[in-house]
Nanobody, 126 residues
Framework: QVQLVESGGGLVQAGGSLRLSCVVS????????MAWFRQAPGKERSFVAG????????YYADSVKGRFTISRDNAKNSVYLEMTTLRIEDTAVYYC???????????????????WGQGTQVTVSS
């Protein structure tokens, strides 16, 4: 059974930083595309950042470019999201997602991702 477990969320003041982690069990991530999505209250889930199997292809939503950094450690079966200069509008539940069908290319479409974590809450206060 494939499981994704996120951690690292919390309450932070605007301008602060957080580092989210996602540990995958039940399969290796070495051949998979991974991504982070988020869902703010009253809004649909949206793409945040994605990374291909090797880590050489990385892409971000415009709203987080220059502030967030996605990375992966295949040896630890983990993906990370370093978030800096946080804004109130970054408040959301953040989800880690895995695309089992490919490890290459880019996709911001949540329907292409097969496995999801339970989410971790990030709250940015003024």
């Amino acid at each position: 059974q494939v499981q994704l477990v996120e951690s690292g969320g919390g309450l932070v003041q605007a301008g602060g930083s957080l580092r989210l982690s996602c540990v995958v069990s039940g399969r290796t991530i070495t051949t998979t595309r991974m991504a982070w999505f988020r869902q703010a209250p009253g809004k649909e889930r949206s793409f945040v950042a994605g990374i291909n199997w090797s880590g050489r292809t990385i892409y971000y939503a415009d709203s987080v470019k220059g502030r967030f950094t996605i990375s992966r450690d295949n040896a630890k079966n983990s993906v990370y999201l370093e978030m800096t200069t946080l804004r109130i509008e970054d408040t959301a539940v953040y989800y880690c997602a895995l695309d089992k069908d490919t490890g290459v290319g880019q996709s911001v479409d949540e329907y292409l991702y097969d496995y999801w974590g339970q989410g971790t809450q990030v709250t940015v206060s003024s």
